[in-house]
């Protein structure tokens, strides 16, 4: 089981990430997405999906972005990838 619960989060890592950096005209979709992968992580944990978002919001999402920008973007310096 953890290791089903640590694929979810990825999951929600990479679709929040995809519903920041998306078309557009892609976005409605894209939330979407996230939003049933956290009401998925809800039912799995017994947490409200707002609990579930603001702690990913707070803890993991920072360092998942800003990694996956530094392998995505290496050409870009640092400073510009931040924000």
Known sequence: MPDERAQLLGRILDALYAAEFCLPGEKAQREHDYIQLLDEA???????????????????????????????????????RRN
Do not use: F, M, W
């Not at 409200?48 to 996956?68: C, H, V």
């Open 42 to 80: 809800s039912r799995l944990s017994g947490k409200s999906s707002t609990l579930i978002k603001e702690a990913i919001l707070k803890d993991r999402y920072p360092n998942y972005r800003q990694e996956r920008l530094k392998r995505e973007l290496q050409s870009v310096p640092a400073k510009v």
